[in-house]
């Protein structure tokens, strides 16, 4: 059974940063009111329009308040929430790219990236920030799942079965264990009809 991007979507609740919305705003000749208020304020503002369900604004005071130096572990959270929120996954993965960039060996930004990257369709990237996880944490179930989630979408059934067998050693009983055991299965019986299929 091969999962769907769903799974992926579904990991991107659990933490990461994105600095969402590449857009730009409508120009008008007025002031920007966002030009004189502080990080603090911003942020404020931000968390106050994310909770009432206006994403755009939520986005613009949020993004606001980081460019004025209000720390990562405040704004970053917020940020991905209004992402997802709004389903903009594309602007979220250019975002997380940028911090990357900053902080290339931060696992938990890699393994978001991947997760963007499998969920707007671009699996060879994802399996290249997993493979870095991978080697960095080799015991974490969560990274194996997805790297063969990776091999998957690239038509790498092969690759991704060892994937699948490790993350059942290190989690037998976790939240895709079922799953990763179905998966196995059909794979298997692919192989038994198609000796030669795969890569």
């Not at 707007?120 to 015991?139: F, I, K, M, N, W």
């Amino acid at each position: 059974m091969k999962p769907s991007r769903s799974i992926a979507v579904t990991a991107l609740a659990l933490a990461g940063l994105a600095a969402c919305g590449h857009g730009s705003a409508v120009r008008s000749p007025a002031p920007d009111p966002l030009a004189s208020a502080s990080a603090s304020m911003l942020l404020q503002r931000g968390r106050a329009f994310a909770a009432a369900g206006d994403t755009i604004r939520a986005e613009q005071y949020l993004v606001a308040a980081a460019s004025k130096g209000a720390a990562d572990r405040d704004v970053l959270p917020a940020l991905l929430e209004v992402c997802i929120r709004g389903q903009r996954y594309r602007a979220a993965l250019v975002h997380v790219e940028a911090y990357l960039v900053r902080r290339p060996n931060d696992r938990a930004l890699l393994q978001l990236s991947a997760v963007l990257y499998l969920t707007t369709g671009s699996p060879d990237q994802a399996r290249a920030a997993l493979e870095r996880v991978v080697r960095a944490v080799p015991d974490e179930p969560e990274p194996r799942y997805l790297l063969a989630l990776a091999h998957q979408e690239l038509g790498q059934p092969r690759q991704a079965a060892p994937q699948l067998r490790r993350y059942l050693s290190l989690s037998p009983s976790g939240t895709r264990a079922q799953e990763a055991k179905a998966w196995l299965r059909d794979t298997q019986r692919a192989r038994h009809r198609h000796p030669r299929s795969g890569r």
